[in-house]
């Protein structure tokens, strides 16, 4: 009998396609079970303790034993959840974490953190450049050939402009979206192409509005809605059909989508809030843990040790930095800055896939050499 494996799948696209990546590469048989979270802690985040209270446990896939061997998810409602279980395995359940976890990081039999989380050097993390999410080619290819007729009439090039939302520690409000409209027109003019904004779950309806009052001549907009029916989401199409792509700064999705498919890349950073616990929680995320230009400097150790103990004792969360994402595409020749020339070709992308995969299956071992 082979390791049981269950995937918490929540309700959030963008955390589920950083772990499905990974149960495709292990080539094990999986089961999904998909949390619904109650309508108050969709938006809010409920405090980070062991238990499954922010679940609506009526609407969500049974938990119940047997217990799986091994739990593997991506974000904070899910965690909660992914410990819970493990208690009630009386630890058996090994935890496989994507993503940066709030608290309790030694829980988790491996966390696999990317550029954006400034994570603890340890043997139970591994630390990737790009997040693991990638488009579905084939989701990608279908969606092409049903939207070239629809753009057919758009001038080339034509250039995508992925618009995501408000996001800690960023600020998305109606004059950064017209800082945005101004860029996108800036770079149409240059390149004497048209554009297509698309809006997503996150944008707040003032930058909706803001992009739609002020939507430049020959430009078009998608309006994202709840019950938007998923053909007549252009999301796919552009990511098909598109010769370039300006995407904002806040989603890693959207991003690593685009520059996984090696497509020029514009990236549009949102201003950080200007609150001092904004910017103080920024510059301690670098304090503690220093990328890793900086991490061998003579200082760096000492810092990192006081962060690890804040984190233990007090509950300091780690820190995301979507900069580190950033500059990680760019130094790559993945993206450029807006305002930067974009490049005509995008080299090829590095995949530690496999490297993730590798981990978590030799966390399941000694399970399947028993089983044997």
């Known amino acids: ?17 950083q772990v ?21 802690w969709r938006l809010g985040k409920p405090p980070f ?25 991506s974000g904070r409602r899910m965690a909660m959840a992914a410990l819970w279980i493990q208690e009630q395995s009386g630890g058996k359940a090994k935890l496989v974490y994507v993503g940066r976890p709030r608290r309790w990081i030694e829980r988790f039999d491996l966390v696999v953190g990317a550029a954006q989380y400034r994570l603890p050097e340890a043997a139970n993390v591994l630390q990737l450049e ?19 007729p629809r753009l057919a009439d758009l001038s080339r090039p034509l250039i995508a402009v992925f618009v995501g939302g408000q996001t ?22 240059r390149r004497n192409g048209s554009l297509y904004f698309t809006t997503s779950r996150r944008t707040r309806p003032e930058v909706v509005e803001a992009i739609e009052r002020n939507l430049p001549e020959g430009a078009r907009l998608f309006r994202w809605q709840p019950d938007s029916a998923r053909e007549d989401n252009p999301y796919l199409g552009l990511l098909a059909l598109a010769d370039a ?43 503690f843990h220093p990328t890793p230009r900086y991490q061998h400097r003579w200082w760096a150790r000492p810092l990192q040790a006081i962060g690890n103990f804040l984190y233990d004792t007090v509950g300091l969360p780690y820190s995301r930095d979507l900069t580190m994402l950033h500059d990680t595409l760019i130094r790559r020749g993945m993206a450029v800055r807006i305002g930067q020339p974009l490049p005509e070709r995008v080299g090829a992308v590095e995949d530690e896939l496999e490297t ?9 071992l000694p399970t399947e050499a028993s089983a044997a």
């Open 356 to 364: 993730a995969a590798n981990r978590v299956r030799r966390l399941l």
């Open 1 to 17: 009998m082979s390791a049981t494996i269950w995937f918490l799948q929540s309700e959030k696209m963008g955390d589920n396609a």
């Open 168 to 189: 800690k520690p960023f600020r998305f409000d109606e004059k950064t979206a017209f800082e945005l409209i101004a860029a996108a027109r800036s770079e149409a003019a």
């Open 49 to 73: 303790e062991i238990h499954l209270d922010h679940l609506d446990l009526a609407k969500s896939d049974p938990l119940a034993p047997p217990w799986p061997d091994l739990v593997i998810t």
């Open 130 to 148: 790009l997040p693991l999410m990638r488009p579905d080619l084939q989701a990608v290819e279908r969606s092409g050939q049903l939207w070239a």
């Open 245 to 287: 792509f300006i995407v904002t700064g806040d989603s890693a999705s959207m991003m690593v989508e685009v520059a996984r498919l090696r497509r020029p890349l514009a990236i549009f950073p949102l201003p950080i809030e200007a609150t001092l616990p904004r910017r103080a929680y920024m510059l301690m995320g670098k304090l």
């Open 20 to 40: 499905l990546p990974i149960l495709e590469a292990l080539g094990l048989p999986w089961m999904a079970k998909r949390l619904i979270v109650k309508p108050q």
